[in-house]
């Protein structure tokens, strides 16, 4: 009986760290990554059939490439200070695509990889059907999300700035105060010679 018991127990501990190994959902919007902590996942911003602006929907119609390398640029750095289109995510994108006409494929990894960045909520199943049918449309959403997103979250690149005790503001206005007594006394004695 207590050999019973200690199975089971042995049995509730190794059922306890498969969970904590894993990524568990507990409900269709909740997720409790491995750190324990909870990530409220969010729906798109942006619409799938959202064509703006006009510069990316073209790019999106005619150069997907193009718009695959700056989306990753974008997720890396969102000034796009420093942003080459012509990186490996464009070049990879532009190979798969021409090679064996499975651009959809890269689409559908960097859909991937925004969706688990900024906890967007969808499926891989999801994805997978709107990279394959809507590539173009799927691309340009995703570009359109990454620029929300990451302009959102973006880091203050102002540096800081020391305020003025007040101290200083008087001894300023004192300043100014004795400049303009010398500059009158100055004008009165011109004007007295």
């Not at 942006?46 to 490439?65: H, I, K, M, R, V």
């Not at 200070?81 to 995510?89: G, R, V």
Request: hydrophobic content about 30%; charged content about 25%; proline content about 3%.
């Amino acid at each position: 009986m207590a050999a019973v018991q200690e199975d089971k127990a042995i049995l509730q501990e190794d059922k306890t760290a498969v969970q904590e190994d894993k990524t568990v959902v507990q409900d269709d919007k909740t997720v409790v990554q491995q750190d324990k902590t909870v990530v409220q996942e969010t729906p798109w911003e942006t619409g799938l059939f959202n064509c703006a602006p006009w510069s990316s929907c073209l790019l999106a119609s005619f150069l997907p490439c193009y718009l695959a390398g700056r989306t990753a640029d974008r997720m890396r750095d969102p000034s796009l200070k420093d942003a080459n289109w012509h990186n490996s995510e464009c070049l990879s994108f532009y190979f798969v695509n021409c090679l064996c006409g499975c651009g959809w494929m890269h689409i559908l990894d960097q859909r991937g990889e925004i969706r688990k960045k900024y906890g967007i909520e969808g499926s891989e199943q999801d994805d997978c059907c709107t990279s394959y049918w809507c590539g173009s449309c799927a691309a340009l959403q995703q570009d359109n999300e990454v620029k929300l997103r990451a302009a959102r979250n973006a880091p203050i690149m102002e540096g800081y700035k020391k305020q003025e005790d007040m101290a200083a503001v008087g001894q300023r206005q004192q300043r100014q105060q004795r400049q303009q007594k010398l500059q009158q006394e100055v004008e009165k004695a011109q004007k007295g010679v």
